[in-house]
């Protein structure tokens, strides 16, 4: 399970806070050994690469991920049709983001591919540019595929009205970093914080996160979402810097859909 970091289940990885240091403190309970990476310093994305040979990727890798989407070829995609169910919350602060497990049997369907959702998270500021422009956020919904490469759903989130959804999990974050906090009696359904507007941007992609690995198509939105000032402050005061920069597309297109 070492390469889905960025996707794990709460009880593969547990990750601890460390005060007053730019980088984490991961303890993986499989390999016995810490392992360090951040959003800044000398454990920031410039080094991820450096950090063991299975982050190796993150450095030479010719598929990864965020990018700029500026140049796009247009074409005839398949929309993305959503099947999600409510799920009871349950939601982390892992150190490196606030994420959101969802239970089992929440798909989307493209195409003749099934994908599951797994779970969805945020960063600050947001890691994919369009035409030039960050965002204040980016929400990633994480599904996995029969074939066990990832689909992740982008969605752009801009200043604005507050937003109801992102009320309800921040209503609800766990006091302690590192451990998940389950409320049964909150249900919650990720269908909420989708536009009306699916129309997408795609590219073949990695995870964000170390290990960087190239199994992941990914579908950003061109609808962005709205969040108030106040709950993007919410965030980032839990979770500082949380984007990668974007990497080279190398000869990759990216296509819209209408
Ligand atoms: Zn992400």
New binding site residues.
């Given amino acids: 399970m070492k390469i889905f970091t ?1 996707i794990v289940l709460p009880f593969a990885f547990l990750f601890l806070p460390l005060t007053g240091t730019p980088a984490l403190f991961a303890s993986s309970g499989e390999q016995g050994h810490s392992v360090h990476w951040g959003y800044e310093g000398e454990y920031g994305p410039d080094h991820w690469g450096d950090i063991k040979s299975e982050y190796s990727r993150c450095k030479g890798g010719q598929q990864q991920s965020p990018v700029g989407i500026a140049l796009t070829e247009k074409a005839e995609l398949d929309k993305i049709n959503v099947h999600y169910y409510n799920t009871p919350l349950r939601i982390i602060n892992n150190g490196h ?1 606030i994420q959101i497990n969802y239970a089992k049997g929440s798909t989307i369907t493209i195409g003749n591919n099934n994908y599951e959702l797994l779970q969805f ?1 945020f ?1 600050s500021p947001s ?1 994919h540019k369009l035409n030039g422009s960050t965002y204040d956020m ?1 929400l ?1 919904l ?1 599904h996995k595929g029969e074939d066990g490469k990832l689909a ?1 759903v982008g969605i752009l989130m801009q200043e604005g009205k507050t937003n109801d959804f992102i009320k309800t999990l921040w209503n609800n974050l766990p006091a302690e970093a590192g451990k998940e906090r389950s409320v049964a009696e909150v249900k919650i359904n990720a269908s909420q914080i989708l536009p009306q507007n699916m129309a997408y941007y795609t590219y073949s992609g990695s995870l ?2 170390p290990p960087c690995n190239e199994i992941v198509t990914w579908y950003v939105l061109k609808t962005p979402i709205e969040v108030s000032k106040a709950q993007i402050e919410k965030f980032t005061s839990l979770i500082k810097k949380s984007a990668r920069p974007i990497k080279p597309l190398y000869g990759r297109v990216v296509r819209e859909s209408n």
């Fill in positions: 960025h983001t998270h960063h890691e980016e990633h994480v992740v964000t996160v």
